[in-house]
């Protein structure tokens, strides 16, 4: 099972749109995935005293990161890096548990030339610090306006749309292989 995390909790956004893509393709390959959408997060969680005292309605997505054999990150870069909320998120889950020795891999949609390659960048070093483990293969969206239909519900650039297709492919290989090992 492969987690595809939509990155961001704002609205109606390209990272959900992308998030969702995932998921529509690997159950296309018969790649057992679920969605988990930071848009969906209960707003009561947004305050300090959570860090030590975790409400029951953030257990449904701890589960989803605990019971998964590799997590997608779909996320967008917001002032040059990635989403406060994702950061928020990754602080509630369970320590050490959480994503450790966990397969990740990440997927960047920026409205810039560059594809949310320095949030990837920073958020790859938040996810080793936990101990997870990187997939070496990530795919960027720049300019993700242009190489998507209006709608949001097709990728537009066909090389683009390849890559990440690939790269589903071979993240849900490398999990398995991980899987594997710990079994």
């Known amino acids: 099972m492969i987690t595809v995390i939509a990155g961001t909790n704002r609205n109606n956004s ?57 997590i997608l990150t779909v ?6 890096s990635f989403p406060g909320a994702l950061k928020f998120f990754i602080d509630l889950l369970k320590f050490p548990e959480s994503l450790h020795e966990k397969p990740s891999a990440f997927v960047g949609v920026a409205a810039g030339y560059f594809g949310a390659l320095r949030a990837i960048e920073q958020l790859e070093m938040v996810f080793q610090y936990r101990e997870a483990h990187i997939f070496g293969k990530r795919v960027m969206f720049p300019k993700v306006q242009d190489k998507m239909t209006e709608d949001k519900l097709n990728i537009t650039d066909n090389k683009l749309k390849s890559k990440l297709e690939k790269m589903l492919i071979e993240f849900n290989h490398f999990s398995h292989y991980h899987k594997s090992l710990t079994n």
């Open 14 to 70: 390209y990272t959900k749109a992308v998030a969702d893509i995932c998921c529509n393709y690997m159950n296309s390959q018969n790649i057992e995935n679920q969605l988990l959408d930071l848009s969906t997060l209960p707003t009561n969680i947004f305050h300090g005293n959570i860090y030590w005292n975790t409400p029951k309605e953030f257990e449904p997505f701890q589960e989803k990161i605990l019971n998964c054999d590799g």
């Open 75 to 80: 996320l967008p870069e917001y002032n040059g």
